[in-house]
């Protein structure tokens, strides 16, 4: 019969390494194979521990401080937890519950067990019904989550191996949806990993150096391999918090415990340089969400600089086989992903400068200038070569955010030559629709009405292309976005041509009132565009009730072709009266769906008032102008 040592051996290269080439027709054959030989380790240290009837630790770890915890029942244990995270990766959940529970009892951890829901206790379908009705407290215990850690628990043997157990139980109750438990359990291996660094001087063992043989314990007796496996697995402890505490509603911690996971990955130098690159640059986005632009940039700033240090290992690959081409386009997509979220850093910024010049409303004092920026910084890289290519606070004029526009404009448009419109048709769209968005913002600060149409004309070149290129029938919801921020556009480009003739105080010349209907009328057939978009395919008419993510758009739609149609510069008496019987029939079609839907009347407040002003002005000022061309 084989060793003990040769058949575990034999279980975890199956389990670690083969079953990462199972075919697709069996994903856990061998899984179920290493289950086996588990299952055979289990039954024999069984026999062992029954003839014993004694921890054996008779010296085997007596050296290193394990209490009470002999060598079989740390094997036992480490079997058993690993029969535990095979049922889980193979969706038996119940039984993977049972066996990590069992494995903690084995080390003497019960305490870190009682403090969360238990579906041994309260039943598979009660524990599926909560999650689904989102009542988990009413199966949580009252017992303490801070229960006593026990000195077997925190045993240079197995330390690793109740961290393990609890992270996997973490895994499993976020598998459920049961997220209060899942964090009870990553708790507590946080707290069995800080207690084991106040009481222990001795190095951890791995669990895979339980059944190493004399030769291979003498060998590595010097070595860390312990120390950085105990570090990797309070690391994950951490990744698995961030996810815990997103799913509970608790964005500011779940974005620390990201950040603090990146930190260990770096100063353990243990970590995909892509994945890392990516998961910094995503995690930018939400401090730029709460404008803490400094944190932002130096996420980005990280990214950027662990992406050109893997830069030269992607470059040095020759080979052309299918794994390299796979790590080669890996990289261009992170570096075109990582672009894109500078573009949206800059982006953020730009609206951020703009929403700081609207002055506030009096009595209303802005809070944003008076919260202190988290210091949130990696020390093991310099980055501030890269930091110093943008700013990190809002600017006050166009001197200050034309820097920011085009370093935005750069990295989008990088990113834009990775996803294509052929190959990516809704990351290329969507990075189209950031690059105008970039023109709006910097055209905020314009001071030029002449130069400020022009950006807005680069917005319109940018949408008319992709409109044109996609197929409505496939892309509806992104063509009625383009459509509206069409109008949009036209619409403020008409508003600039206005005021340059309003400026020099007479009528507009033949060549600027064509130029103003033209962006009038442009912006009107966009509108009208995006209005026929929601039309009731069977009736081919308006609904009479408008989804509820389309109900604002479609209202302030009428409400600008109204106002648009009377800005028409008219030709004719004739085509006046055109134009003001079209601008009235738009503001009553505004105002009779709000009668008709009263619980819109509050989402249309201020259009409404227009609205029904204007319904009332507009049949005595198209009276009077009949009377005047009268006489």
Same mark, same amino acid.
Request: aromatic share 8%; net charge negative; glycine share 4%.
């Given at each position: 019969?084989?060793?003990?040592?040769?058949?575990?051996?034999?279980?975890?290269?199956?389990?670690?390494?083969?079953?990462?080439?199972?075919?697709?027709?069996?994903?856990?054959?061998?899984?179920?194979?290493?289950?086996?030989?588990?299952?055979?380790?289990?039954?024999?240290?069984?026999?062992?521990?029954?003839?014993?009837?004694?921890?054996?630790?008779?010296?085997?770890?007596?050296?290193?401080?394990?209490?009470?915890?002999?060598?079989?029942?740390?094997?036992?244990?480490?079997?058993?937890?690993?029969?535990?995270?095979?049922?889980?990766?193979?969706?038996?959940?119940?039984?993977?519950?049972?066996?990590?529970?069992?494995?903690?009892?084995?080390?003497?951890?019960?305490?870190?067990?009682?403090?969360?829901?238990?579906?041994? @206790? %309260? $039943?598979? +379908?009660?524990?599926?019904?909560?999650? /689904?009705?989102?009542?988990?407290? =009413?199966?949580?215990?009252? &017992?303490?989550?801070?229960?006593?850690?026990?000195?077997?628990?925190?045993?240079?043997? @197995? %330390? $690793?191996? +109740?961290?393990?157990?609890?992270?996997? /139980?973490?895994?499993?109750?976020? =598998?459920?949806?049961?997220? &209060?438990?899942?964090?009870?359990?990553?708790?507590?291996?946080?707290?069995?990993?800080?207690?084991?660094?106040?009481?222990?001087?001795?190095?951890?063992?791995?669990?895979?150096?339980?059944?190493?043989?004399?030769?291979?314990?003498?060998?590595?007796?010097?070595?860390?391999?312990?120390?950085?496996?105990?570090?990797?697995?309070?690391?994950?402890?951490?990744?698995?918090?961030?996810?815990?505490?997103?799913?509970?509603?608790?964005?500011?911690?779940?974005?620390?415990?990201?950040?603090?996971?990146?930190?260990?990955?770096?100063?353990?130098?243990?970590?995909?340089?892509?994945?890392?690159?990516?998961?910094?640059?995503?995690?930018?986005?939400?401090?730029?969400?709460?404008?803490?632009?400094?944190?932002?940039?130096?996420?980005?700033?990280?990214?950027?600089?662990?992406?050109?240090?893997?830069?030269?290992?992607?470059?040095?690959?020759?080979?052309?086989?299918?794994?390299?081409?796979?790590?080669?386009?890996?990289?261009?997509?992170?570096?075109?992903?990582?672009?894109?979220?500078?573009?949206?850093?800059?982006?953020?910024?730009?609206?951020?400068?703009?929403?700081?010049?609207?002055?506030?409303?009096?009595?209303?004092?802005?809070?944003?200038?008076?919260?202190?920026?988290?210091?949130?910084?990696?020390?093991?890289?310099?980055?501030?070569?890269?930091?110093?290519?943008?700013?990190?606070?809002?600017?006050?004029?166009?001197?200050?955010?034309?820097?920011?526009?085009?370093?935005?404009?750069?990295?989008?448009?990088?990113?834009?030559?990775?996803?294509?419109?052929?190959?990516?048709?809704?990351?290329?769209?969507?990075?189209?629709?950031?690059?105008?968005?970039?023109?709006?913002?910097?055209?905020?600060?314009?001071?030029?009405?002449?130069?400020?149409?022009?950006?807005?004309?680069?917005?319109?070149?940018?949408?008319?292309?992709?409109?044109?290129?996609?197929?409505?029938?496939?892309?509806?919801?992104?063509?009625?976005?383009?459509?509206?921020?069409?109008?949009?556009?036209?619409?403020?480009?008409?508003?600039?041509?206005?005021?340059?003739?309003?400026?020099?105080?007479?009528?507009?010349?033949?060549?600027?009132?064509?130029?103003?209907?033209?962006?009038?009328?442009?912006?009107?057939?966009?509108?009208?565009?995006?209005?026929?978009?929601?039309?009731?395919?069977?009736?081919?008419?308006?609904?009479?009730?408008?989804?509820?993510?389309?109900?604002?758009?479609?209202?302030?739609?009428?409400?600008?072709?109204?106002?648009?149609?009377?800005?028409?510069?008219?030709?004719?008496?004739?085509?006046?009266?055109?134009?003001?019987?079209?601008?009235?029939?738009?503001?009553?079609?505004?105002?009779?769906?709000?009668?008709?839907?009263?619980?819109?009347?509050?989402?249309?407040?201020?259009?409404?008032?227009?609205?029904?002003?204007?319904?009332?002005?507009?049949?005595?000022?198209?009276?009077?102008?009949?009377?005047?061309?009268?006489?």
């Amino acid at each position: 019969m084989a060793s003990l040592e040769d058949q575990y051996q034999k279980a975890w290269q199956l389990f670690q390494e083969e079953s990462h080439h199972d075919p697709d027709s069996e994903p856990y054959k061998s899984k179920y194979a290493a289950r086996e030989i588990f299952e055979e380790l289990k039954s024999r240290l069984s026999k062992q521990l029954d003839e014993d009837d004694v921890d054996d630790g008779e010296g085997a770890f007596s050296e290193e401080g394990v209490d009470g915890v002999g060598l079989t029942r740390a094997r036992m244990a480490a079997v058993v937890y690993h029969l535990g995270v095979i049922a889980v990766e193979t969706e038996e959940f119940s039984t993977g519950e049972e066996h990590l529970n069992k494995a903690l009892i084995i080390i003497g951890d019960e305490g870190g067990i009682s403090s969360g829901v238990s579906s041994l @206790t %309260v $039943g598979e +379908a009660e524990v599926a019904a909560a999650a /689904l009705r989102g009542v988990e407290e =009413n199966l949580l215990p009252d &017992t303490s989550e801070t229960a006593p850690i026990s000195l077997t628990a925190i045993a240079p043997a @197995t %330390v $690793g191996l +109740a961290i393990s157990c609890h992270n996997q /139980l973490g895994i499993l109750w976020s =598998n459920r949806a049961l997220y &209060t438990t899942a964090k009870r359990h990553l708790d507590r291996a946080n707290m069995l990993y800080e207690e084991y660094q106040k009481q222990s001087t001795t190095p951890p063992r791995t669990i895979y150096s339980l059944f190493s043989t004399n030769s291979e314990k003498d060998s590595s007796c010097d070595d860390t391999s312990g120390i950085d496996a105990l570090e990797k697995l309070h690391t994950l402890t951490f990744y698995y918090l961030a996810q815990v505490y997103g799913h509970l509603g608790a964005p500011d911690k779940s974005a620390w415990y990201c950040h603090s996971t990146l930190q260990r990955q770096l100063a353990s130098k243990d970590y995909d340089p892509i994945d890392w690159s990516i998961n910094a640059a995503t995690l930018s986005q939400f401090y730029q969400g709460k404008e803490k632009f400094r944190v932002a940039r130096h996420l980005l700033a990280s990214a950027s600089k662990v992406l050109s240090g893997h830069e030269a290992e992607v470059d040095t690959l020759q080979e052309e086989t299918h794994e390299v081409a796979h790590k080669q386009e890996k990289y261009r997509q992170c570096k075109a992903d990582v672009g894109r979220c500078w573009g949206r850093y800059c982006l953020v910024l730009l609206q951020a400068s703009c929403d700081r010049a609207i002055p506030d409303e009096p009595g209303q004092e802005s809070q944003e200038e008076h919260q202190p920026e988290e210091e949130l910084q990696f020390v093991q890289l310099e980055v501030s070569d890269l930091e110093s290519e943008v700013a990190a606070s809002p600017g006050e004029n166009f001197d200050e955010v034309r820097p920011i526009f085009l370093a935005g404009l750069r990295w989008l448009t990088t990113a834009r030559q990775y996803y294509t419109l052929e190959d990516h048709a809704s990351d290329h769209v969507s990075i189209s629709q950031e690059m105008s968005h970039l023109y709006k913002a910097l055209a905020f600060f314009e001071p030029s009405e002449e130069r400020r149409c022009k950006m807005h004309k680069r917005r319109v070149d940018l949408l008319t292309t992709l409109v044109e290129e996609l197929n409505p029938q496939y892309y509806i919801h992104v063509c009625r976005q383009i459509n509206y921020e069409l109008a949009e556009t036209y619409s403020a480009m008409m508003d600039n041509k206005l005021a340059l003739v309003e400026s020099g105080g007479s009528e507009p010349t033949p060549p600027q009132a064509k130029k103003i209907n033209v962006l009038a009328t442009s912006s009107i057939q966009y509108f009208l565009h995006y209005l026929d978009s929601l039309k009731d395919r069977a009736t081919g008419e308006q609904p009479t009730v408008y989804p509820e993510d389309a109900l604002r758009p479609a209202l302030v739609a009428w409400f600008h072709l109204g106002r648009l149609w009377s800005k028409l510069v008219a030709t004719s008496p004739q085509t006046k009266l055109q134009n003001l019987s079209q601008s009235l029939q738009n503001y009553k079609r505004l105002v009779e769906y709000c009668d008709k839907n009263p619980h819109c009347q509050s989402i249309m407040a201020q259009e409404l008032a227009v609205c029904r002003e204007m319904v009332q002005l507009l049949p005595l000022k198209m009276e009077q102008f009949r009377a005047l061309t009268r006489l």
